[in-house]
């Protein structure tokens, strides 16, 4: 498996919002021992220890709006998000903005309408079982949490998909994706692209184009038969010897 992001969704575990002295908080625990939706046919499973080097690192760490990079609820640097390790989980409490989807977050959690907690990370060290169904992590770099995430971030039947069929072709869509996120292209990036172009048109085999009973007529009006060439060539010699 390649050290790639990509996110861990579970379902129907504690979320809650909470309002004390005029801020708005949202508070989920992603349990240990629980299982994620099912990817590939492979379940994953969280160790206790799967967190331990990212906390201790002292990494930022964002929540985010429905893995959105663009709506961030709060941060680990700002000490808006604060992640708190347990035997039994990792508790996430977020102070949430006064922000149009900070607000909306609290009031989706609040009356229940998404009780589903996602988390964004690259596996580090990991355990497969002996029928390749379900794999432990017991470490991850931790990126995110998202709150707010109505549905799976990536269901086995679209972007895992997706992303398979990519990897089947031998294409680093995370190294891809980092090249098309920059302002400036450079020489090396130009070389990643270009190698991708080069698996994608290998795929494409050039067809003979069909011929038309037009175009079939056409060409064999346009052959010459060998009684032709010979009395054609009889004609040139003789001009040449006249």
């Known amino acids: 498996m390649?050290?790639?992001?990509?996110?861990?969704t579970l379902k129907n575990i504690e979320l809650r919002a909470e309002s004390n002295e005029g801020k708005k908080f949202v508070i989920g625990m992603i349990p240990y021992n629980s299982r994620s939706v099912q990817m590939f046919g492979v379940t994953e499973i969280i160790a206790?220890?799967?967190?331990?080097?990212?906390?201790?690192?002292?990494?930022?760490?964002?929540?985010?709006f429905n893995h959105n990079d663009n709506q961030v609820l709060g941060s680990t640097k700002?000490?808006?998000?604060?992640?708190?390790?347990?035997?039994t989980g990792l508790l996430c409490q977020c102070e949430l903005p006064n922000t149009s989807f900070g607000n909306d977050c609290f009031e989706i959690i609040n009356r229940g309408d998404v009780n589903t907690l996602s988390f964004g990370f690259v596996p580090?060290?990991?355990?497969?079982?002996?029928?390749?169904?379900?794999?432990?992590?017991?470490?991850?770099?931790?990126?995110?949490?998202?709150?707010?995430?109505?549905f799976p971030a990536y269901?086995?039947?679209?972007?895992?998909t997706y992303m398979r069929g990519l990897s089947k072709r031998n294409i680093d869509i995370e190294k891809l994706n980092e090249v098309l996120e920059k302002e400036e292209i450079l020489d090396d990036d130009k070389i990643i692209?270009?190698?991708?172009?080069?698996?994608?048109?290998?795929?494409?085999?050039?067809?003979?184009?069909?011929?038309?009973e037009q175009l079939k007529e056409e060409n064999k009006n346009e052959i010459i038969s060998?009684?032709?060439?010979?009395?054609?060539?009889?004609?040139?010699?003789c001009e040449l010897n006249s």
Do not use: H, Q, Y
């Open 226 to 237: 060998e009684d032709d060439k010979s009395k054609l060539s009889l004609e040139i010699e």
């Open 193 to 212: 692209v270009k190698d991708v172009i080069d698996k994608l048109s290998s795929m494409v085999k050039e067809e003979k184009p069909v011929e038309t």
């Open 78 to 87: 700002s000490g808006t998000l604060k992640l708190e390790n347990s035997e």
């Open 48 to 64: 206790p220890t799967a967190f331990n080097k990212s906390l201790a690192d002292g990494s930022e760490i964002r929540a985010l």
């Open 155 to 160: 269901p086995e039947t679209t972007s895992l």
């Open 124 to 150: 580090i060290v990991w355990e497969d079982s002996e029928n390749g169904k379900t794999r432990t992590l017991k470490e991850v770099k931790l990126i995110e949490t998202s709150f707010c995430v109505p």
């Open 2 to 8: 390649k050290k790639e992001k990509r996110n861990f």
